[in-house]
Each structure stands twice: as C-alpha cells, then as structure tokens.
C-alpha cells in the first residue's frame, strides 16, 4: 500500500506565497517520480510540476518562475515540496500530490489552495 498525505494548503492573498508538502509512505521502493497536479472548478487536472527519482524537473507553462519543487534529503526521499510564490487567483485549486509507480499512479487526498485578488 502507497499512501499520500498533503498539507500546507490555505487562502492566500494575490501576490503572496505558499508552501506545500506530501509525504509518501509503504512500498515506494520502485517509485519513479513524485509530482503534483491540481484541479479548479469545471477544468481538468492538470500538471503543476514533477521530479522524477533522477532528479528531472518539469513545471506547467503557467506556474515557471513562480513555483519550485523540491525533495526532502533524507532516503527515502520520500518527500516533495511545492513552494508556490507569486501567487495568482487563477492559481486556486484543489492540489494533489502524485507518485508515479510502476503499475499506476497514486494521489493524494488534495489540499485546497485559494488565492483571492
């Protein structure tokens, strides 16, 4: 069993930032990539950014020079950052965190994030 747990959600002002995080727990021994996706009302989820077990990076066109991923140090580096600045109300989503393994993708539970103008 893989599980996902998010936090760091909340409201947020245009122009402020935040920082989100996932741990990822169980049989991740063959995880491939960690990333997070998000999902705001009547649209598909979409990619917001993903590092792969190499250490590859890749953002949303929409979110480049604003938002980071990272990893956590410790092995297994089993944790993933988002730090979001810049923030924009077109950024509010809901936000899950994906881990990408070999027979399938897993999420996270989502954690809302609410930029007002």
């Known amino acids: 069993q893989v599980q996902l747990v998010e936090s760091g959600g909340g409201l947020v002002q245009a122009g402020g930032s935040l920082r989100l995080s996932c741990v990822v727990s169980?049989?991740?021994?063959?995880?491939?990539?960690m990333g997070w996706y998000r999902q705001a009302p009547g649209k598909q989820r979409e990619l917001v950014a993903s590092i792969t077990s190499r250490g590859l990076i890749d953002y949303g066109d929409s979110v480049k020079g604003r938002f980071t991923i990272s990893r956590g140090n410790a092995n297994p580096k089993n944790t993933v950052y988002l730090q979001m600045n810049s923030l924009k109300p077109e950024d509010t989503a809901v936000y899950y965190c994906?881990?990408?393994?070999?027979?399938?993708?897993?999420w996270g539970q989502g954690t809302q994030v609410t930029v007002s103008s």
């Open positions: 994906n881990a990408r393994l070999p027979d399938g993708p897993r």
């Open positions: 169980g049989s991740i021994f063959s995880m491939t990539a």
